[in-house]
């Protein structure tokens, strides 16, 4: 009878899947009763397995994790696969929309996804490499990310949602609303999802790498703890079936228990194990997430903690042993109950002596592994948080004894991608290596009476055979053989004192820089000034000047200098001018005024940082005046006329007043000379120091008699240096009478050997008219010219005394032979082979010269439109065009499921750079469909399911091809396809027409490598 209770006994323990005949042997270790889901109980079994160290479980993974962040970057387009942060991590998210808007686009706004599980709360925010704490909301509903900072104006702030939001941002739909293109409507909640608004405003000095790189630093979402749920016997509000009652948590084995139990993804579905609570004791869990929570160091800090960004493609199984090893744990399941235990190994449950082994049954021994499988110094990295959460390696844990031992170091090389503390890492791989030390293991039989011995359990033994006292061993494996009633243990040598707490490694990560590099100007090094003197061909002094002087070596680091000069004691500017050439260390400035203080500054002109002025530096200019040789020989002749006048009346013997009448005289004579008639020319040529040449001619002949003035200005200017060229004729006609004046300028302008203006302009007393003539090279480096006129009437008159103009311009409205008409083109015969007509109004008809018609008004020959009555008559009607303007298709590589997108999927339409948003705006419709057979959970209802693809034509996408040593798109529906297409109205071909495709269904249908064909219409 007592046989056949502990046969019944097992049976029940092993479960359903195991109860087979009493003659097979039943496993207690790892059995498939699947209370928790077949899919992360078959690969943690695979995954965890117990029956070898820590260490040696770690180094069975063929491959380990990277210690660093999994989203190492913002991804943008295409599927991001689901995820979620769980406890203390980072990620750089996914891009789902981007806009822009304020003058320029100045301002850059981004929509980055955070996860797909509400309830994520944000930390900080790392922007091109510097961690950045949030600030208080300096404007209503957003937080300002203190980096991007300059003179006490903030250039980059966000707005953060935690996936719990109900309604749009008001921001995103008052700005992009009532967008064509890329709106932000109501609609877009984005529910469930944490994002993050983040609105970039455009400064050189602060984005110098254009777009910035970001990541975000959350607290993951909330998870449920029982020792928190007080009808399950803890203490709390916290309710399984209540989401809104869990909290934020970053306790090792709190994680593994919700993962066990299943997370909900965005789907519906169960990620995760599914485990019922019956099959996860908490007697056991409880102390087990205790023992996480324990106190340790100088800090109090929780002893085991963890953080990751999970992905919910990739099996749960492998993320449970990532967390396992954070806090050195194991799991074992038995019959379908799942048990774990953390750190340190359990108390002994019993006592053995080599007296209740059976030596009837084998028995095996392995005292040491061999080399290949021993370590004796273990090294780790993990993410660090102040190293912007990138991987970071702690200093070597080594063992000389163990070394001395073992003929030499032997190093394991442990990463830790869910442990971002440093101190923790420590502890762990400390544990880890002095366990892998504890190298015996044995194989033992016992009697029916042990049967309640199980994985994970300890016990002593004490052995003379081994020199044994007392000595503990963890079950690593348990088999029962019914026909003996025996029970065979897999033992491994344990001992708590491996996982003693060492205060010695309580150490935090090496600090690490992650604030910005602040650049500090040097200014323009050696910067002075000095008197100049600017000198003729025979070396004499002719004009006063300044000269300035710099380290020429600036020229390394900058593109250029900036000046500024004032007189002492003035604000404005007497001049101001750049230089590109500075690697000389010297400027000479000439042509100012003698013998006057003067202040000169400058600062350097560089695009990649922010440069200052220096100070003021005073200088005088020497007193240079006007030489004899500066005198015209016009001047001279004035004088030599004068001063002969003067001398003839001296010689006369005149007196003072005689003399004082002549000078008088002779300065009426000169004021009346002027009222009369006054004529100037200047000529001026220069050539800088710097490469430039500049020559100018100024001409001015004018008549005045009282208030009747006629003038001519001219001015000629020619200029070149080592990159352009430019000539101007600038002339001005004026008269004025009374009142009454009158103007007719021409200007005139030659540019660079490509660009050619001439522009006449008559005012006639503030009624302006004339034409403009240009010609010029456009984006696509084509020459084209431009004629404009401004004029109420235009005409082109024949020669002779009769002349005739076939046609007049109207551009205000006129009244003729007494009826008012609008503006426009007048003409009383038109002969037009071939013309275009934009839009024409016609009073009668329109009719081709052959038009017949018979008795019954039915055309017979020609063509005939009667505007009038609204008829179209013509004979033998043909209208045609191809309805279909491009086609193609594509084959997207993964499952494509709701939300999938295809963006800039290019149709070979080439148009030209002005037509880039015409191709929008002509009548053009997009269509695209899946050709491929659907999927869905169940099978496909003609009820439940339903898929579209919403398609958008994508005006102003430019795409230059991809010809020479550019690299090819990504994605190879991005390229040129094999047909292109030039429709009729395209001014050009640089340029494509994309479109936006995207995958709509319903009742979780997906596709699995989908061909998608498409369709752009031309509208006749």
Known sequence: MTVLILCLALVLIAGPADAGPLGGLIVAGFKAFFTASALIATALRAAVAIGVSLLARRRAKKKQRPAGLQTTFTTKGGTDPQGTVIGWYATAGHVIYRNSYNPNNATLIEIIELGDIPGVSLRRVMIDGVVSELEPNRRPGYQSVIVKNYNGENYTVLRFYDGTQTEADPRMVEIFGSRSRRPWTPDHILTGTPYVLVSHHWHRGLFRNGKPEMRFELDGIPFYDPRADSTVGGTGPQRWN??????????????????????????????????????????????????????????????????????????????????????????????????????????????????????SEPAEFDPFPGLEATHNAISVSHPTPDGLWNASSLETITNPEWEAEDGGQRLFELRLPVVPWAEQARQVAQNMIRDERRFRTHKIVLPGEYYWLKTLMTITWTSPWNSYDAKLFEITDAAYDVRTMNVSLSLRERDPDDFTHDDDLELPDAPQETTGITVVDAGVPDFTVSPYSGLDGDGEPRRPGILATWDGSIADTSDGLSFELRVTGQTELSWAGDLSEIDGGQFALVGLLRATDYQMRAKAIARVRQTVWTGWQDVRTPDIGFDPADLSDRTWDAIHSDATAIASALSQDATISDLEALLEGHRDREQTARNVALATEDLQALVKDTGEAVATARQELSAQIERNVASLVTLNKARADGESALAQAISALTTTVGDQSATLSEHATSLDGMFLEKMIRLDNNGHVSGLVLRSERDEAGATVSDAAFVADRFAIVGPGDTPQSPFVVYTTPQVIDGIAVPPGVYMRDAFIRNGMIGRAQVRDTIESDNYAEDANGRPTAGMKLDFADGEIKTYGVVMSRPMVLASGSFTYSGTANDGARWQFVNTGIRVGAADVWQAGNKALVATAAITTEASAPGGISGYDHFWSCRTEILPGARWHGWVGGNPQPGTAYRQDPALMVDPYWASGNDQRVFLDIMLETVGGVYFSNPTIQWVVFEVT
């Open 242 to 359: 209540d989401k809104s009652t869990w909290q934020q948590t970053d306790n090792a084995i709190v994680l593994v228990y919700n993962i066990m139990r299943g997370l909900t993804t965005p789907t519906g579905e169960v990620w995760g194990g599914a485990a019922e609570a019956d099959d996860l004791p908490l007697s056991n869990w409880f102390a087990a997430m205790n023992v996480c929570d324990l106190p340790v160091g100088d800090t109090n800090r929780p002893q085991f903690r963890a953080g990751f960004e999970i992905r919910f493609e990739e099996e749960p199984a492998s993320v449970v042993e990532e967390l396992l090893t954070a806090c050195n744990a194991q799991i074992s399941e038995i019959g379908g109950v799942w048990t774990v235990q953390v750190g340190a190994p359990q108390a002994s449950v019993v006592h053995i002596t080599d007296d209740d082994i059976l030596v």
